[in-house]
């Protein structure tokens, strides 16, 4: 779900956390659970193919290359959980990332009116590599959840772009 969600990406099934190739001994009996894991646990389901690479200790690695979800955002379980990638992890996207995820898959383009909370938000950023909701909250003294719209905005209006983060999403400019 998370690479769905992102930009797509590669799976690799066999390989340890340090690295170290290990493959699988059983690698049908693993591919059938995945296959079952995504078809019953990721709504709506995500574009994948599966490709088996074979290793000399007759052990297999399984590559799922997963694509990008294009039409709508990707959620994981019964309580519809979204997670994205950032570097090599996958985390629980936050409130905004799951509003930008829904306006970017709406394929319309947005307009904003560049006011004095704009303007004291691209003079931040002028000054410092990225911005919070909680510190553009608190320098333009908006109510988190109005602050929170405008940051969207301005990414679906492509002005910025979301960076996640496993504590505080960073906005940075585009």
């Keep these: 779900a998370a690479f769905a969600n992102t930009k797509g990406g590669l799976l690799l099934v066999g390989i340890g956390d340090n690295k170290e190739i290990i493959g699988l001994k059983y690698p049908d009996e693993d591919e059938y659970l995945l296959i079952k894991a995504i078809s019953t646990m990721i709504l709506p389901n ?3 193919v599966v490709e088996k690479v074979s290793l000399d200790n ?3 690695v399984l590559v ?3 694509f990008e979800s294009k039409s709508e955002p990707v959620y994981v379980g019964p309580e519809n959980k979204l997670y994205v990638r950032s570097a090599d992890k996958s985390i629980q996207g936050s409130k ?3 509003e930008i995820l829904k306006g ?3 394929n319309k ?3 904003f009116r560049f006011g004095d909370n704009e303007k004291t938000l691209m003079e931040y950023l002028d000054l410092n590599q990225y911005i919070t909701l909680q510190k553009f909250s608190e320098i333009c003294n908006l109510n988190p959840k109005f602050a929170s719209r405008t940051l969207i905005l301005l990414v679906l209006a492509g002005l910025l ?3 996640p983060h496993e504590l505080e999403d960073h906005f940075v400019l585009k």
């Design 58 to 60: 007759d052990k297999t």
């Design 161 to 163: 772009k979301i960076v």
């Design 46 to 48: 995500p574009e994948y």
């Design 109 to 111: 383009s947005y307009k």
């Design 96 to 98: 905004e990332i799951k």
């Design 104 to 106: 970017q898959s709406k």
């Design 64 to 66: 799922f290359r997963i």
